[in-house]
C-alpha cells in the first residue's frame, strides 16, 4: 500500500448526499484508477486516468464523477444518483495502462 | 463478450502441499496477465505478470504462474503453501492495449 493514500477508511453518509472519496500518490505514476469491490463480484473499473486533465469511464460509471487537475490525485465523488453506493472502493496507479497496478488501503463506504 | 474466469471461488490445502490456483481468460489479441492478492480489508498488491517471453513467471513470496497460450490460461502455483499465503487471489488481463478484466477472485485457504 505505500505511496498510495485514501482517506478516509470507514466513511459513513446518509442516502441523497454527495461522498468524495480521497486518492493520493506519490510514486509518479501517470496512470490512476477507482473500483468498487462487491462481495463475490471482484473488481469492477469506475473510472480511469492515463494522464492529468483526461480521463475515461470505467464498466460501472453511472453515478459517479472524477477529476484529474493533478498528478498526484484522482478524487472520486459518489453521487445520490449512485443506485448502490455502499461498497469498498479501491484506488491504484501504475506507470502506464499495460503495466502492473498498485493498490491503495481502500475506504469502506456505508450509505443508510 | 471478453472475459476473465477464476472457477474455483475456495482452493483448501493442506501446509507444505503445493498449490494452484486457476485462471483462464477469452480476449482478443495478446493478453497481458496479472495476479494480485488481497489480505482481509487492504488493498491488492501485485505478485506477478506475464507480457512475452518465457511461459513460466516467478513472482514474489515463492510464487510462480505458467502461460498455456493453447488453453488461454495463467495458472497461479506454488511448491509448498504456507498459513500465510491464506488469502484472496485475482486474475487480471489486459487487452487491446487499454482493456481490462478483473476475475472474480478466489479464496485460498492453507491449513496448519
Known amino acids: 500500500d505505500g505511496g498510495i493514500t485514501q482517506s478516509p477508511k470507514y466513511l459513513f453518509r446518509k442516502e441523497g448526499q454527495n461522498v468524495t472519496l480521497s486518492c493520493e500518490q506519490n510514486l509518479n505514476h501517470d496512470a490512476m484508477y477507482w473500483y468498487r469491490q462487491d462481495p463475490g463480484q471482484g473488481l469492477r473499473l469506475i473510472y480511469y486516468s492515463q494522464i492529468v486533465n483526461d480521463f475515461q469511464k470505467g464498466d460501472i460509471a453511472e453515478g459517479y464523477s472524477v477529476s484529474r487537475e493533478k498528478k498526484e490525485s484522482f478524487p472520486l465523488t459518489v453521487t445520490s444518483a449512485q443506485k448502490n453506493p455502499t461498497a469498498f472502493y479501491l484506488c491504484?496507479?501504475?506507470?502506464?495502462?499495460?503495466?502492473?497496478?498498485?493498490f491503495g488501503p481502500g475506504t469502506r463506504l456505508t450509505v443508510t | 463478450a471478453q472475459s476473465v474466469a477464476q472457477p474455483e471461488d475456495q482452493v483448501n490445502v493442506a501446509e507444505g502441499n503445493p498449490l494452484t490456483v486457476k485462471c483462464t481468460y477469452s480476449v482478443s489479441g495478446n493478453p497481458y496477465l496479472f495476479w494480485y492478492v488481497q489480505y482481509p480489508n487492504r488493498g491488492l498488491q501485485f505478485l506477478l505478470k506475464y507480457i512475452t517471453g518465457d511461459n513460466l513467471v516467478k513472482g514474489s513470496y515463492g510464487f510462480e504462474a505458467e502461460f498455456n497460450k493453447s488453453q488461454t490460461s495463467f495458472h497461479l502455483k506454488k511448491p509448498s503453501a504456507l498459513v500465510s499465503d491464506s488469502a484472496l487471489y485475482f486474475c487480471?488481463?489486459?487487452?487491446?492495449?487499454?482493456?481490462?478484466?478483473f476475475g472474480t477472485g478466489t479464496r485460498l485457504q492453507v491449513f496448519p
Open positions: 491504484a496507479t501504475s506507470q502506464g495502462f499495460s503495466y502492473e497496478q498498485y
Open positions: 487480471a488481463v489486459i487487452y487491446n492495449t487499454d482493456k481490462l478484466i
